[in-house]
């Protein structure tokens, strides 16, 4: 359909959050939990919900133009798609999922050598298969559908499973010896797609937009007031991705400075603004950051 860019939308545990990135990019998502095709308040996208470890085969078969999922299951699925940005995000935070080699806990196995000739249960079965195959221990990789945490000892030796905590691994007796591989979420496209003018400036739209909500998910902006006197004092204790705003006030005497910082350095910048005499300090939450 010409002017329509069909996108997935990871089914499962990376939906809502997903849902919720768009929302910050500027998209509004609504998915009433019984039908695969939500509605968007983009009449140039078409939405369907897939599951992540799908998305790359229809992205690369051309059924989507484009869809959100983690690198993992495009390095599981061999194909040839696009990785057009990186989104770091995930089901319970902001950072990288890791899939950990993990074995019960008084097991006696300590390293991946150490498993030579027995049974490992995952669903990412190539990459776990590469895996041991580069260190040349030979193992029985099975798939598993799900519950991997409580196979071992049973049911398989050691496990492969993503984590973002570890906190599942550890509630079911396990300790985890080695990483597999890092994760995180992109947007990722067809080869078609991205030969189309139309579909590629969509799509980069979009990847632009959602980075930015990305990036302005750790950031801060700050506002404040400083007497010209001090302003130096003020600049010196401010980092800043370019240098700060400073704007002249009615009073000539005095000048607003906005600037934009790491969230969690503010309960450290603040105090010593303060100390540096600035007023009426303001800090807000951001939307997007474009650089």
């Known amino acids: 359909m010409a002017n329509k860019l069909r996108l997935g939308i990871p089914k499962g545990s990376l939906q809502d959050a997903t849902i919720a990135l768009f929302k910050r990019a500027g998209w509004n998502i609504y998915a009433d939990g019984r039908s695969y095709f939500p509605s968007i308040d983009d009449s140039e996208i078409e939405c369907m919900l897939i599951r992540a470890q799908e998305m790359a085969r229809y992205v690369d078969h051309g059924v989507l133009d484009a869809g959100l999922t983690g690198i993992d299951w495009v390095v599981e699925s061999g194909l040839d798609v696009t990785s057009v940005t990186t989104l770091t995000y995930a089901k319970q935070s ?13 097991s006696g196995f300590e390293r991946a050598e150490d498993l030579e000739g027995k049974i490992v249960a995952t669903e990412l079965v190539e990459v776990t298969k590469r895996y041991f195959a580069e260190k040349s221990v030979n193992v029985k990789v099975e798939f598993s559908w799900g519950a991997t945490e409580v196979k071992p000892p049973m049911l398989a030796d050691a496990i492969v499973e993503v984590t973002e905590t570890g906190s599942s691994l550890k509630a079911n007796h396990l300790k985890i010896i080695d990483t ?16 189309d003018p139309w579909k590629h400036k969509k799509i980069d739209q979009i990847a632009l937009m959602l980075r930015g909500a990305i990036d ?16 130096d004092s003020v600049l010196a204790v401010l980092p800043a991705l370019n240098s700060p705003t400073v704007s002249q006030l009615s009073d000539p005497q005095w000048v607003a400075v906005n600037t934009i910082l790491d969230e969690g350095a503010a309960r450290d910048v603040i ?9 009426g300090i303001v800090e807000y939450p951001l939307n997007k950051v474009v650089l």
């Open 94 to 106: 902001r950072r990288k999922v890791r899939w950990v080699l993990a074995v019960p806990e008084g």
């Open 180 to 195: 597999v591989l890092e994760s995180e979420t992109h947007l990722i496209a067809g080869r078609k797609a991205l030969d």
């Open 216 to 231: 302005a998910q750790s950031q801060v902006g700050l506002m404040l007031n400083v007497k010209r006197d001090d302003l």
């Open 271 to 279: 105090p010593r603004l303060k100390a540096a005499r600035a007023t």
